[in-house]
């Protein structure tokens, strides 16, 4: 009777864990179904070539939004991976001191930080004391938020190169500078892009910094000094808008941006899946 | 030398916004965190609801989400077959990498009327209790407290997942080995992980703290402490988001940084904590390692 009992348990409970997987995919499905059903009827070339039409006139697109992106996210990105690669390198190279310690623990603190207080850090160093928003403000604050995501992946794929490696290049008589930047390092290159490309993907859906930093322009701007509208504050912005046409475009924006989501995942998975098999083949 | 910018930012956040919000500190005191009222134009600045709405809004999504994850965890490492578990693992991940503002269009457009439905068909005896009150409008406590715990289930499920395989193998064979069902042996296996699953919530409790697109599009954006689900209301993130950029006057503008301050204390220390408990776990003994050719470990 009673291992009848714990048997029944066991099955119920492995029922359970199975039903938990489903009530998460669940959402993520009709998620994505929402969004590519109703993305996809409001998306056409328009969308990215034309610039949003004044309230009232349908059609209309959001070029200078998806332009504006690119450039906050490329700004970010110039920022953040120099700095993100620099200190991987300290944090796996002098792993066991106690400043690699304070800066691992600096990394998660900074990455568990919400994204809008990083938005009212940037606008306190960069945007009040000049009295101007600008994409350069916005790109500040997205390289902030990608330092922590590009150091991390930089630091665990260092210390998986072989230690083997760095001795030979060590016992050739290599400086430690030296056995770094051109033996390590490349050793774990693609490992690291495919980080940085996730870390990408991930900044590019921010919203919250940039609501004041890059702010928002209706006009095409491509002067990184000046405000720039953003993919995302303008699906915020037509998100939150009383129109019907500005609905639609909400719509296609998010459509768009978990477009680049899913490409950028799938591209890092097949990436290092290829590695995976390379260096077992090895 | 770059490694210890990391550091200087940290700090530099800490310091910059106790700069930005010090008019306000010095106004009001700890009165800010004691008054309910919020009127830019009178200039009266209390900012409870705010702080109510935001750790009422998270510990709901966590209520929700800790089952959820824990299953998830369980299931793909403990359950799953090798096949399946890689697909998990690629999807649960995703559900953590769609963007915060798009989780937002899909809440407002989708998520609200279905909640709207639900919550005109309560029946008249369950809008009596104080948890189901107030008017049917779709927007509020609930939608937010669903959308967050969708989003909070990737983060904890994904470290509650790396905690469990951080159990050794062995323990699960000493319990088979007892004649342990399938549960009992997950039970074993949970109460060794025990302390790296409490931080895998606290960090899911961190994430959802400072969520501020997504709630804020559909938590209804109202200054008000009620226990009701239905009632709108407003948290920290969400008021920053929206007001921000039309403060208007010092101590405006300084009340919502103050509020930012708060948040960034807030989160600091249940990140920190977090931290702790899945650091003492990696801490714990390990068994010994195996013997790996370089390559297999590369």
Redesign the interface.
């Known amino acids: 009777m009673r291992n009848r009992w714990r048997r029944f348990l066991s099955h119920l409970i492995v029922l359970l864990c199975g039903v938990s997987v489903l009530a998460a995919l669940f959402p993520l499905a009709l998620i994505l179904f929402y969004v590519v059903a109703q993305g996809i009827t409001s998306l056409n070339i328009g969308f990215f070539t034309r610039m949003p039409a004044p309230v009232g006139e349908p059609g209309g697109g959001m070029a200078n939004s998806i332009v504006g992106s690119l450039i906050v996210v490329a700004l970010g990105a110039v920022f953040a991976i120099p700095i993100g690669i620099l200190s991987g390198v300290y944090a796996s190279e002098y792993k066991g001191t106690r400043l690699a310690a304070v800066v691992r623990f600096a990394a998660d603190t900074l990455n568990g930080v919400p994204s809008i207080v990083i938005g009212i850090f940037i606008y306190a160093v960069a945007v009040r004391p000049f009295r101007q928003f600008s994409a350069l403000a916005g790109g500040l604050a997205l390289g902030v938020m990608m330092i922590p995501l590009i150091m991390r992946t930089t630091e665990e794929l260092l210390l998986l190169v072989p230690s083997t490696l760095r001795e030979g290049a060590l016992a050739l008589g290599a400086t430690r500078a030296r056995a770094v930047l051109t033996v390590v390092l490349p050793a774990a290159l693609p490992g690291i892009m495919t980080g940085i490309l996730l870390a990408l993907a991930r900044i590019a859906g921010e919203t919250a910094p940039l609501i004041f930093t890059a702010l928002n322009n209706a006009y095409w701007s491509t002067d990184i000094l000046q405000p720039v509208s953003t993919l995302t504050v303008q699906v915020w912005l037509y998100a939150n808008g009383p129109y019907d046409d500005w609905r639609r475009q909400a719509w296609a924006g998010a459509l768009v941006l978990v477009t680049i989501v899913l490409a950028c995942s799938l591209l890092a998975r097949f990436a290092t899946a290829r590695m995976e098999r390379m260096h077992r083949g090895a | 030398m770059?490694?210890?910018?990391?550091?200087v930012?940290?700090g530099?956040?800490g310091v910059?916004?106790f700069?930005?919000s010090r008019l306000s500190i010095h106004q009001f005191g700890w009165r800010f965190w004691q008054t309910d009222t919020w009127d830019p134009v009178a200039s009266e600045f209390g900012a409870r609801p705010f702080i109510w709405g935001t750790l009422y809004s998270s510990i709901l999504a966590l209520l929700i989400s800790t089952?959820?994850?824990?299953?998830?965890a369980?299931?793909?490492s403990e359950?799953a077959p090798h096949w399946a578990h890689r697909l998990?693992v690629?999807?649960?991940?995703?559900?953590a990498?769609?963007?915060?503002?798009?989780?937002?269009?899909?809440g407002?457009?989708?998520l609200v009327p279905a909640v709207r439905q639900l919550e005109i068909a309560t029946p008249a005896w369950m809008k009596s209790i104080p948890l189901f009150s107030g008017p049917p409008l779709g927007v509020g406590m609930l939608s937010a407290a669903l959308i967050l715990s969708?989003m909070v289930?990737?983060f904890t499920?994904s470290v509650a997942r790396e905690v469990l395989k951080a159990v050794p193998q062995s323990q699960r064979e000493a319990a088979y080995a007892l004649g342990a069902?399938?549960?009992?042996a997950?039970r074993m296996a949970l109460f060794y992980a025990r302390t790296g699953i409490v931080g895998a919530i606290m960090?899911g409790f961190?994430?959802a703290?400072?969520?501020?697109?997504a709630v804020t599009?559909v938590i209804g954006n109202n200054p008000q402490i009620s226990w009701s689900l239905y009632a709108p209301q407003y948290t920290m993130?969400a008021v920053?988001?929206n007001e921000?950029?039309e403060a208007t006057g010092d101590l405006y503008l300084h009340a919502?940084?103050e509020i930012?301050l708060v948040?960034?204390i807030i989160?600091?220390i249940?990140?920190?904590i977090s931290?702790l408990f899945i650091w003492s776990m990696a801490q714990q003994r390990r068994p010994p390692r195996r013997r790996t050719i370089?390559?297999?470990?590369?």
Do not use: C, D, K
């Not at chain 2, 089952?67 to 998830?72: D, E, H, N, T, W």
């Not at chain 2, 690629?90 to 559900?95: A, K, R, S, V």
């Not at chain 2, 069902?181 to 009992?184: F, G, I, K, M």
């Open positions: 770059f490694a210890i910018l990391l550091v930012i940290v530099a956040i910059e916004l700069r930005e089952p959820v994850a824990l299953g998830i369980i299931f793909i359950l998990l690629f999807l649960t991940e995703l559900l990498a769609v963007p915060s503002i798009v989780y937002g269009v899909w407002i457009f989708v969708v289930i990737p499920s069902t399938r549960w009992e997950i960090l961190g994430r703290l400072g969520e501020t697109m599009m993130a920053i988001a921000f950029t919502l940084v930012g948040l960034f989160t600091l249940v990140n920190v931290r370089p390559q297999e470990a590369a």
